[in-house]
């Protein structure tokens, strides 16, 4: 399994399409902020539209477009043109989605936007969803190269449209294929930058990420790490600090403590053995660093969905 689809896979993001919206002339549509663990997103199926961030930023989106706010803050989608809404939001039923509109007319919509959201488990997702800019806005902007993320929204926007039977599923199942492949495209169109995407876009130090994910026990050091990226102790532990955001042995224990959220939730293994498989000699250090590290105790971690499931309830 490739680097990103790894982390992706110990983020469990599950996809869930809310409604879609068929908008036109004036609107303006608040968006509370999400509990953690919930990401909410938007995608650009048709027309355009303006997002307005927490924090005073105003972003257009267009066809094709997809954002996402990894940590679930709250936002505003208007009409690109800021005029003063005037038609009511209607909620019907399109056959596959709950429906919001402002318009009479089917054929008259200005925005054609599917919202839905990633529900993460926190702990797992933390080395990967924190990471990410909040929000993540991938836009296409007409370039070549991403015919096949071009095609995944066409191919989600027929099935919105034609509403044939296995449609959500259809539909559902791109969202998690969309989610992979505008992570791809960030990583690529910001190497430069700081991040886990950009250390992936980064092929010899991708090479020593992946090492530290196969391998998570081994007692690593900086200089073989190094030599896996056919880089001097020194360079390698430079390059990586300016690509990651943070040194070497801090990535290894975010990685470690990824894959132990994992085994947690996936697995009935003890906290002992967890801990031996992520490279702690005792279940006493493991405890201590993984409190340091998630805020809870492996057993506490571990009891939280049913916990929070029973709260719900």
């Not at 994910?213 to 690593?220: D, F, H, K, V, Y």
Request: charged share 20%; hydrophobic share 45%.
């Amino acid at each position: 399994m490739d680097t990103l689809s790894r982390l992706i896979d110990l983020a469990r993001p599950q996809a869930s399409l809310d409604l879609r919206c068929l908008l036109t002339g004036g609107f303006d549509i608040d968006h509370t902020p999400m509990e953690a663990g919930i990401a909410p997103f938007h995608l650009v199926l048709d027309g355009e539209c303006v997002v307005e961030t927490a924090g005073g930023a105003q972003l257009a989106l267009h066809a094709g477009d997809f954002m996402l706010f990894p940590r679930g803050a709250a936002h505003r989608v208007r009409d690109i043109g800021r005029a003063t809404a005037t038609a009511p939001l209607t909620l019907s039923h399109d056959g596959m989605l709950p429906l919001r509109r402002n318009g009479e007319h089917p054929g008259s919509a200005d925005l054609d936007l599917l919202c839905g959201r990633f529900v993460y488990a926190p702990g797992s997702s933390a080395l990967l969803l924190n990471a990410l800019p909040d929000p993540l806005h991938v836009s296409l902007g007409g370039v070549q190269t991403l015919g096949a993320l071009q095609t995944v929204i066409a191919l989600m926007r027929t099935e919105a449209e034609q509403r044939q039977p296995g449609a959500l599923a259809i539909v559902t199942a791109l969202s998690h294929a969309l989610f992979a492949m505008a992570l791809r495209v960030h990583g690529e169109r910001n190497a430069s930058g700081a991040g886990v995407l950009a250390l992936l876009a980064d092929a010899r130090l991708g090479a020593s990420v992946q090492s530290m994910l196969s391998a998570p026990e081994r007692a690593w050091t900086i200089a073989e790490l190094g030599e896996r990226a056919a880089m001097s102790r020194a360079t390698y532990a430079r390059h990586f600090n300016e690509r990651a955001g943070m040194t070497v042995m801090d990535f290894l224990t975010q990685i470690r403590m990824t894959i132990a959220c994992d085994l947690l939730l996936r697995t009935q293994r003890s906290a002992a053995e967890i801990g031996e498989a992520v490279g702690y000699q005792s279940e006493a250090a493991f405890g201590k660093a993984f409190q340091q590290s998630v805020g809870a105790t492996p057993g506490r971690y571990r009891r939280q969905p049913q916990e929070n499931d029973q709260e719900s309830g």
